[in-house]
């Protein structure tokens, strides 16, 4: 029931960087990010949802272990981003690179979220600049 990657996945002897989406469970900014880089291999949990919380949240987290950079983006409509907050914690803890996009129009994740984010921007296009140079470095 798990969904496996490689930290950096090969494809036909092509090493790619794997990205972890999180946050909200709208669309739109998942789908502009998976647009804009094709040659990314992305961990979407929305593509993998399952009403079981404990099934999904230890894919969730398997999945993050298997990332290279979560990129995380809360939106105006998410409610709480526990989720998001808890994700990007256990990602820092794993020493992984993370990007967050605080979209939320409040300063409700002052803490812990954007204490722990290693890139913290409000606006998306800059969020994909340095997506686009942490993919190039890594």
Known sequence: WLVRHNATSRILG???T???LSGGIRREWRNSVKERFKDV????????YTPYASVYAWR???SITDCDIV???IEPTNHSGIGLSFELGYALALGKHTIFID???TN?????ANAVASYVVG??????AILEYAIEVL
Do not use: H, K, W
């Open 14 to 16: 092509v090493i790619m």
């Open 108 to 112: 409700r994740f002052e803490y812990p």
């Open 60 to 62: 969730n987290l398997q």
């Open 123 to 128: 606006d998306f296009e800059e969020a994909m």
């Open 103 to 105: 979209q939320s129009g």
């Open 18 to 20: 794997t990205v972890y």
């Open 41 to 48: 291999d992305f961990i979407d949990p929305m593509e993998t």
């Open 71 to 73: 990129f995380a983006c």
